[in-house]
């Protein structure tokens, strides 16, 4: 098959071992950087140029878009769709991924566990907003953040009236959710692959730091999901429309919650950490439905 890696980071881990693990099962796979891309939009023509070239006869895509530039890797994205091209992601996917309002919503209608979060406009609220949350220390969180940044944790009610108060005035969207105090500083990141959990590490954070994130030096150690955890991780994924992803939870005393959904996540620390072969489970999925008939995506949002 003709791959085609959508990504800014040839030299990237995950881009790198995708494409070694294509080339050793025998495909005709290629890095290209989508920021690079340019597109015509006309009547029954959908094409996408990369340096002067046209990227024709390809049977598949593996979008690595960077948060920053989802607005226009996601465009790149939906003309290859527009050719019929399969995508391990859909752009529409990608876009509601990215998007933490939209993502937790899609979640809750689907039964997923997340924390109790609040989304609120007008700073006469704040109060309410917190009570609803039930109370101090809270999380705030930029609604389009990523790897940790834009994530506050507000200890006391000033401070959280503070943060949402300046968050406000600079017009930056944000999310209120409740603090789960059995979890703090840990999570879980499983990587779905095809409605399976084929890789999964728990994180935890250095010092006393509540984020747990490995791009804010959070470490990693392999973990065994129960059962609940694991259809939660399978659950969230099919609410996004995502095959492919990584989905963040944490461990409460409600039972698992839902973070984060990745449209683009590293498969670095999982493979590191668990030996597990994720390069190869992706290239596989991708073998045995690029050649099926594109899906109609169902979550309808």
């Known amino acids: ?74 465009a790149v994205v939906r003309q290859f769709e527009m050719q019929g091209v399969f995508t391990t992601a859909s752009s529409i996917a990608i876009v509601r991924s990215r998007d933490k309002l939209r ?15 609040v989304f609120a406009r007008e700073t006469a609220d704040f109060e309410e907003v917190l009570d609803l949350v039930g109370g101090a220390p809270v999380i ?16 006391t009610r000033k401070a959280a009236k503070a943060v949402m108060q300046a968050f ?52 990693g150690k392999t973990v065994k999901l129960t059962e609940e955890e694991e259809r939660t991780a399978i659950k969230a994924a099919k609410s996004m ?3 492919i992803c990584g989905v963040d939870m944490m461990r409460s ?10 449209s683009s996540s590293s498969i670095k620390t999982p493979e590191l950490i668990t030996k597990r072969d994720v390069a190869e489970k992706i290239i596989e999925y991708i073998e045995r439905n690029a050649k099926a008939r594109r899906r109609k995506d169902r979550v309808g949002a």
């Open 1 to 74: 098959m003709k791959i085609i890696i959508l990504s800014k980071g040839p030299a990237n881990y995950t881009t790198k071992r995708l494409k070694e693990t294509a080339i050793a099962r025998g495909h005709e796979i290629r890095v290209v950087n989508y920021a690079k891309c340019y597109m015509a939009v006309e009547k029954g023509n959908p094409v996408v140029y990369y340096k002067g070239e046209k990227l024709t006869d390809v049977d598949a895509i593996i979008p690595r878009i960077a948060q920053s530039y989802t607005k226009y890797g996601s």
């Open 103 to 117: 993502a937790y919503q899609l979640m809750a209608k689907a039964g997923v566990g997340v924390p109790k979060t």
């Open 140 to 155: 705030i969180k930029v609604a389009r953040g990523t790897h940790g940044n834009g994530v506050v944790l507000a200890e």
């Open 168 to 219: 406000y005035v600079e017009s930056v969207n944000f999310l209120v959710q409740e603090f789960i105090e059995e979890s703090a500083g840990t999570d879980i990141r499983a990587i779905v692959v095809g409605g399976r959990v084929v890789a999964s590490i728990k994180r935890q954070s250095l010092d006393d730091d509540f984020r747990s994130n490995t791009h804010q030096g959070g470490v």
């Open 241 to 243: 429309g995502l095959p």
């Open 253 to 262: 005393a409600r039972g698992p919650l839902v973070l984060e959904i990745n």
